[in-house]
């Protein structure tokens, strides 16, 4: 079955669930760079999805996967250092980074599938 739009592609769709609970987590914390840089990075996720989705070749679609991927990484990275820094407890850090790496399993999936 060919998707017929962006929205209903399940990694767009855990990727902007996933950019809620991002920005729910750190909306109150005090480091504005931080807090600024890693919201972006995850509103990225799925922007890069929907971004080339209705361009007319797998290549270029496949090549914004690539981006979404590095900016699951991205973020992967940040929770990390938002732990060792504080802003967050480690149990949430893994919450949210299991999570992510689902995101990384299903856009990497999409990649193998084009």
């Known amino acids: 079955m060919k998707l017929q739009k962006f929205e209903d592609i399940i990694a767009w769709q855990k990727a902007q669930d996933f950019t809620v609970d991002i ?11 931080f807090r600024n840089q890693i919201c972006r990075a995850s ?20 090549r914004f996967l690539f981006f979404s991927l590095a900016s699951c990484s991205e973020v992967k990275s940040m929770l990390n250092l938002a732990c060792r820094l504080k802003y967050i407890e480690q ?24």
């Open 23 to 33: 920005y729910a987590v750190f909306k109150d914390n005090k480091d504005w760079d």
């Open 91 to 114: 149990e949430t850090t893994d919450k949210l980074i299991i999570r992510s790496t689902e995101i990384s399993k299903i856009i990497t999936g999409l990649i193998k599938s084009l």
């Open 43 to 62: 509103v990225s996720i799925s922007n890069n999805i929907a971004e080339r989705f209705d361009r007319s070749s797998h290549a270029d679609f496949r």
